[in-house]
């Protein structure tokens, strides 16, 4: 079984080759919280570097569980805030907010 990154970067593609506006902008959001989630901070430098590359650090490796548990806060979010804007009667944008989350579910109950 592919990763569920993997999966989520060939549907990526598909997505702007069909137009699909919502899926590109969900599945890249999801992604830059991967990539966001995989950097660490680089140490403290006492002084200035000499060469290039000396202040890179190895990115953090996220392995298919980490992945479900950025989704899933994702969708969590995404679920709370379509709550919040129904009770304010802004249904069109909790809408929005549940077509996203729906793409979100879909990876998180893939096995």
């Not at 569920?4 to 919502?22: F, I, N, S």
């Not at 944008?93 to 990876?107: F, P, Q, S, T, V």
Request: without cysteine; proline residues 3%.
């Amino acid at each position: 079984m592919r990763p569920l990154r993997d999966e989520m970067q060939t549907d990526l593609t598909a997505a702007m080759k069909a137009g699909d506006r919502t899926r590109v902008s969900v599945l890249r959001s999801t992604l830059a919280a991967l990539a966001n989630a995989e950097a660490v901070v680089a140490p403290v430098q006492k002084s200035t570097p000499v060469a290039f590359g000396t202040t890179e650090v190895s990115r953090r490796e996220l392995d298919d569980g980490d992945v479900r548990a950025i989704l899933s806060r994702e969708l969590d979010e995404l679920q709370t805030t379509a709550i919040e804007l129904r009770s304010h009667d802004r249904d069109v944008e909790a809408a929005d907010l549940d077509a996203r989350a729906g793409i979100l579910a879909e990876y998180l109950h893939r096995a």
